[in-house]
């Protein structure tokens, strides 16, 4: 099997179970954060310019990012600089009705919530979880409900 490099970004909070996960598999992972905490690259992935000088030496075969670590134009030279898959793990926000109707596109999970007895939001294993499974068929996915809207937690 060959190690593959995979950037997280969210490597120190919701994707950190993924990190762990991959890591375990003997994929080398280059983890992200604002703090850089746990032995992580220390950068706010939301400016553009700083992320791409920060990562301008960094070279890796996929990437799964938390998707409100970053803005369009992060997450754009991202995708551009990604040779495989740009998993991104969307907020429930990006469900929103205003927003028109939901389109969740190839290498995207979508968050909602869990319904019924247990409402409430996903925890970072099933966040991470539901990323992984992306990252391996590129597939999109939504994790949870996301509507009645009026009922998210």
Request: hydrophobic share 40%; glycine share 10%.
């Amino acid at each position: 099997m060959t190690t593959r490099t995979v950037l997280v970004i969210g490597a120190t909070g919701i994707l950190a179970p993924a990190a762990g996960v991959l890591r375990e598999r003997g994929d080398e992972v280059i983890g992200m954060s604002r703090h850089g905490a746990d032995g992580t690259i220390a950068v706010d992935a939301q400016r553009c310019n700083e992320l791409a000088a920060t990562l301008a030496d960094k070279r890796w075969d996929d990437a799964l990012v938390y998707g409100r670590a970053v803005t369009d134009s992060s997450l754009g030279y991202l995708r551009a600089a990604t040779p495989g898959r740009c998993v991104l793990v969307r907020t429930s926000a990006a469900a929103d009705p205003a927003h028109g109707i939901l389109i969740v596109p190839r290498d995207t999970v979508q968050l909602g919530w869990t319904a019924g007895s247990e409402h409430r939001w996903h925890t970072p294993e099933e966040v991470s979880e539901a990323a992984l499974t992306a990252l391996d068929d590129g597939d999109p996915r939504t994790l949870g409900t996301v509507r009645p809207w009026s009922d998210r937690p």
